[in-house]
């Protein structure tokens, strides 16, 4: 049998060709149990991608402002951007606004901290701590919308150009994310990496579609069953469609719709951009009538 499930990377690419991921363990999870119960070196995992747009490719011309906003495991991805950010535009900075439990459950807290050390004045990094120890000298809550723009407001006299990554729970991303759009920040500059399947909006279709597919320079026409996305019914008929994480969170399996009409579960990876310009995610869209799809 096999399962399939989708992890950041959290190592830079100067370690290349190997990879490093982290999985924390979810009681009763299948894979994570498994990775860390049986999983020993030697074994072969097969790897898909890497997929997704939570990404940034260093410039070394550029002069730049990132400000990271994470909380618990969402910390996963910043710790392949980050370090590559720093190392490779020298005149870039980092702030990292960082939420978790207490001091124990602060992940990479070591590395993290090396990373400040070797790049003062240029990375900064915010602990907030909900349930810290009494010896605690940080900020004590959640990563918060009125933090966040207390930050901002102490860098607005920089020259830097400011982009906003944002992984970690839903509810934080969601609050934050509406914090900075009231700010005026475009939602070009808004990043959201999601680790959740995206919730049931609506009843599924009671009734098969057709769907055209166009994939790679062939058409293929298939039913859509009741209840199946494009992806399940697209891949069933044996069409090459890209896909990765297959819950809507890294737009791997993106087409655009020329014709007819989906629904879709939220909150998902597309951005406003992406769904002006016609695009779905095949993992979760379900056909409402009859649908033409690209596969570019």
Partial sequence: MVHRRAYSICSTPDVLPALRIAVR??????????????AKPGDMIEAHGPSGA??????PKQRRRFLMLAAGAGITPMMSIIPALLRGEPDTEVDLVYGNRSEESILFREPIEQLAAAHPGRFRVHHVLSRPSDGWRGKRGRVDPAFVSSLIDAAQEGEA??????????????ALTEMLEGRGVPTSRIRRERFVTPRQTSPRPDAPQRGVY?????????????????????????????????????AACKVKLHRGAVHMDEPNALTAREREDGYVLACIAYATEPVEVVSE
Wanted: glycine share 12%; charged share 15%; proline share 6%.
């Fill in 214 to 250: 166009h994939v790679r320079g062939t058409s293929w026409e298939v039913v859509i069953p009741a209840g199946k996305t494009l992806l399940q019914a697209g891949v069933a008929a044996g069409l090459p469609l890209r896909s990765s994480c297959a819950m809507g969170g890294c």
């Fill in 25 to 38: 363990r979810v009681e009763g999870g299948t894979v994570s149990t498994y990775l860390h119960d049986r």
């Fill in 161 to 174: 150009h400011t982009d906003y990554m944002l992984c970690g729970p839903e509810a934080m991303m969601q």
């Fill in 54 to 59: 939570f990404t940034e490719t260093p410039d």
